[in-house]
């Protein structure tokens, strides 16, 4: 293009080039200028209705004018070159100028002023930039900003984009993950709005979004969400809480409560107009808000061993949770609050902290702050581990059997904690731990909190809570749910007053009850996961972040706006509406937590295998471990995901490389979606606490057919014979744990599926062979899992098939062949199949290696092509349910004081 003349332009040199397409520097022949030419690429220009689309949109562009904005002069066309001619704007652009570093204070809000100031004066005109990011504004030498590419996201159609390096995202064009019945996903990654990467129509508040990230990256040097590819960028967008931590000590607390604002996930609950963006930072840089920057920490980022010389000193003081509260400049000085300090406790490798139940947490703090205790898994073995703050070397003091959901006495001198069968006690000193009741469902997934007058109430998964004396004896009926679980009790110290969280089909709330089950009440809807701090403040989960609100314990009510904590922590489970943050506060202000792990919130790729062990990438899905199902002429994947408080269905294209969501649904873990035989529908589920019903949903949108009912708490689909008829799955009974069920889908109506099995222990995983006559499903039990298979129907001459463990089998289409997962998802492995004249098995042999998700609660997540050659299996990242740290925190309740505060003004 070089020499080439456009129109009356000269094009002169190249300036750079991305998806939107080449932009050169050009000499206006006409009227003696230069220029800046952006030339459509061939594919955009080949498409008459894109084309024409874009020349309507650049008309209405034409009209900003505005001295922050590039003024665009128009469309050019010769031959098959397209062209938007636009001002060219000296400088380098504010990417450049971040390439060395975070900007001052000063700069920093000088520039995000004019930055405000154009994308208000865009709004008012009815145009918003959909694609603001630092590589979209000039700063002059004089310090002028211009904004460029107004609108032009939504002027073109963007092609999907490919991962890259985090410097080559931040920097990538307007890209698209896939169209989705929404829209389609415009602008670039790291400065995404969390519905614009979902495929959501959008408005301002994107731009309002997009500003915050960019004024967080000119004060910290670093954005917030950059990740190692498109989807692992977008997955942080969508779930990753940001950092506020790294801003410098120096940001004024308006600022940080202006970001504070602009980054809210929720668009309702976000900044709604950029003009009060601009306001703020108005004030600020006339003087208006006269306040005293937060004090320095002495250091970043605590190091090494947890020893009690550190603490003493408190040598590492944090400076991510930022310092004492500024107050205006008229009001008198308080006593300076003590210093947080930040210390970490780093675990051996071979025995890190892990979440080991669902929901859960794995950590806790005595009342004094004087002991932790966690739970450390090596191998298949856990530890209930005891350190005092004082000391260097933890004690286990639960070592013979799992111990789970660890809880102190109000005294700190025994903890509480749930066994595989039961609740029990322990000394802080160790000793034989005392049962107190024995026989208790699900217990390892039950969480218990301690009375002042000795008394303990737990959670009992889907039967509601109980209440049993410290000492042991007759256990009470607190609640009794219908159509909900009642969970994660706690008791307010110094009242009989139980918080808990209530989950149902509407959704999530905190409630309070007194112990002795009288004044139930709703205490915050859209909410879960209750901590009452000795601060006056409740903490609480809402839409996959942190909160903490002015609490009044007395009568048990939120007294003031919550406020998001900037407080990266571990969670039991990424998948659920209501992950449970691993983390525990004492009354004197000292915070302990499990940090999230970079993974924990990756994109899950689903990827090839070709038998002799070759990889390629199959799909790249913004969502944390979905399950999946391959459909039967292989071109789509159906997909079940998690979007915040919602269970997603969805589609995947292969070809197209396109998401698309067929409907959402209130559920804590997504169904597991199943193919039809012949792959016009999807079959899920949808269940409560005590039943669910078995759907159909078409791939072409409507209502989902009902085929059957289940009692049940947790149902999913695995399996549907070759011709259709018959349909298996798993669900979960509190009584006889996982057990199998069958549907006949020929039935005339809906009708109650029936269990074919229903042992001891879990049954999972149903495979019905291609001929219809044998059955392959996994068990779990006692921590072990096998694989089986027997006749269908009735059960007759049941085999093992693993030596060795295994789980997640799958039938080759040919029956010839059982494959499954080892235990470790390192290898797929295969077994030789005969059915004439008996059943014979051959010896298992591994196919191939790699590092695969084997979680049988998330569904299948394996799965063979109709012609046997290939395997499509989900990555497994760094187990997100495990840590080698623990963070402590003193003098924590500081920090939240100054967050009530700055969000009452």
């Known amino acids: 293009m070089i020499g080439r003349q456009l129109g009356p332009y000269e094009i002169t040199a190249k300036l750079g080039e991305g998806g939107m397409g080449e932009v050169f520097r050009a000499h206006d022949t006409k009227l003696e200028r230069e220029v800046a030419i952006k030339v459509l690429p061939p594919a955009f220009v080949e498409d008459p209705e894109r084309l024409a689309r874009f020349e309507r949109e650049a008309k209405l562009l034409a009209q900003l004018n505005h001295p922050n904005i590039a003024h665009i002069y128009g469309m050019e066309a010769s031959g098959e070159a397209h062209a938007l001619v636009m001002e060219l704007v000296p400088g380098p652009t504010l990417a450049e100028r971040l390439e060395s570093g975070s900007l001052s204070l000063d700069e920093s809000l000088s520039l995000a002023r004019q930055i405000a100031e154009a994308v208000e004066q865009a709004h008012e ?84 979004w997009a500003f915050g990230v960019v004024l967080y990256e000119m004060l910290t040097g670093v954005s917030p969400f950059v990740g190692d590819s498109v989807p692992d960028t977008l997955a942080r967008v969508l779930q990753r809480d940001v950092d506020f931590t790294k801003l410098p000590d120096a940001t004024p607390p308006a600022i940080r409560t202006l970001l504070r604002r602009c980054l809210e996930r929720n668009p309702k609950n976000r900044l709604h107009d950029i003009a009060d963006a601009r306001i703020v930072i108005d004030d600020q840089l006339a003087g208006k808000l006269v306040e ?25 003081l944090i400076a991510g949770l930022g310092g004492a509260a500024g107050w205006l400049a008229r009001r008198p000085s308080p006593p300076a609050p003590a210093p947080l300090s930040r210390l970490s406790i780093r675990l051996e490798p071979e025995a890190p902290y892990r979440v080991q139940s669902i929901p859960g947490c794995s950590i806790a703090i005595s009342r004094d702050g004087a002991h932790l205790a966690y739970v450390v898994a090596s191998g298949d073995r856990e530890q209930l581990m ?118 149902s089909a509407s959704g999530f709330r905190i409630e309070a009850i007194g112990l002795d089950g009288g004044g139930r009440r709703t205490v915050l809807d859209d909410a879960s996961q209750p901590r009452y701090l000795a601060s006056g403040h409740l903490l609480f989960q809402r839409s996959g972040g942190l909160f903490v609100a002015p609490f009044d314990a007395a009568s048990a009510r939120v007294t003031g706006p919550a406020m998001p904590l900037a407080l990266e922590t571990m969670v039991d489970d990424e998948r659920t509406a209501t992950p449970a943050p691993q983390l525990a506060v004492s009354s004197n202000g000292t915070l302990v937590y499990a940090p999230r792990q970079a993974s924990a919130r990756a994109a899950s790729e689903i990827v090839w295998v070709d038998r002799e062990g070759n990889t390629e990438p199959l799909a790249s899905i913004p969502y944390p471990m979905p399950s999946f199902d391959l459909s039967p002429d292989g071109r789509q994947l159906a997909l079940g995901l998690r979007d915040g408080s919602r269970a997603r269905l969805a589609v995947f294209d292969l070809a197209r490389r396109t998401l698309n969501p067929l409907r959402d649904e209130q559920a804590d873990i997504p169904t597991p979606p199943l193919f039809s035989a012949n792959g016009s529908e999807i079959f899920f589920a949808r269940y409560g606490t005590h039943r669910g019903e078995i759907l159909a949903q078409r791939l072409e949108g409507g209502e989902p057919r009902l085929l059957g009912r289940l009692e049940g708490t947790w149902i999913a689909p695995y399996s549907v014979s070759r011709e259709g008829r018959w349909l298996l799955g798993a669900l979960y009974d509190p009584e006889t744990q996982s057990d199998i069920w069958i549907l006949d889908l020929e039935a005339s109506d809906a009708a109650s599926a029936t269990r074919v099995l229903a042992e001891p222990g879990d049954q999972l995983a149903p495979m019905l062979s291609p001929d219809g006559r044998w059955l392959a499903f996994a068990t779990w039990e006692n921590g072990i899992g ?101 963070i402590v925190v003193q003098n924590w309740f500081a920090e939240v004081s100054r967050l009530a505060r700055t969000g009452s003004r």
């Not at 979209?136 to 159609?157: E, H, I, Q, R």
């Not at 463990?805 to 039938?811: K, L, T």
């Not at 196919?847 to 012609?867: E, K, Q, Y």
């Open 125 to 208: 005109k009815g145009i918003i930039h959909r694609d603001l990011k630092p590589q979209n504004v000039k700063v002059t030498d004089d310090g002028k900003v211009k904004v460029l590419d107004f609108g032009l996201a939504k002027a073109m159609d963007p092609t999907a984009a490919g991962s890259g390096a985090p410097s080559q995202l931040a920097a990538s064009p307007t890209l698209t993950l896939g169209a989705t019945v929404q829209g389609v996903i415009l602008g670039t990654a790291a400065y995404m709005a969390p519905e614009q990467a979902k495929g959501f129509a959008v408005d301002r508040r994107a731009d309002v």
């Open 786 to 886: 096998e694989v089986y298979v027997e006749r269908f129907p009735g059960g007759e001459s049941r085999v093992r098939v693993t030596s060795s463990g295994g789980g997640m089998p799958r039938w080759s289409p040919d029956g010839r062949e059982l494959l499954y997962l080892d235990p470790d998802g390192t290898a797929v492995l295969s077994v030789p199949v005969r059915t004439d004249p008996k059943l014979e098995l051959g010896a298992p042999r591994k196919l191939f290696g790699g590092a695969f998700w084997t979680d049988t609660g998330t569904g299948p997540v394996f799965d063979i092509t109709s012609d046997g050659k290939r395997f499509a299996l989900l990555l497994r990242h760094e187990n997100p349910k495990q840590s080698t740290e623990l």
């Open 292 to 316: 005293a920057a937060a004090p320095a920490a002495t250091a970043r980022g605590a190091d090494s061993r947890f020893t009690p010389a550190a603490l003493l000193a408190g040598a590492v």
């Open 386 to 503: 005891v350190r005092a703050l004082a000391e260097i070397v933890p004690r286990a003091v639960v070592t013979a059997a799992p111990a789970r959901q660890p809880f102190f006495s109000p005294d700190g001198r025994w903890i509480g904690f749930f066994s595989m069968s039961g609740l029990q006690k322990v000394s802080v000193d160790g000793g034989r731990p005392v049962p107190l009741v024995a026989e208790l469902a699900n217990a390892a997934w039950s969480r218990g909190a301690w009375s002042d007058d000795g008394r303990i109430v737990f959670d009992t998964w889907n039967a509601g809570l109980r209440v049993v004396s410290a000492d042991g004896g007759e256990v009470r009926v607190l609640t009794r749910p219908e159509e909900e679980w009642d969970l994660g009790p706690e008791v307010i110290p110094g009242t009989e007053t139980v918080l808990f969280f209530t989950q």
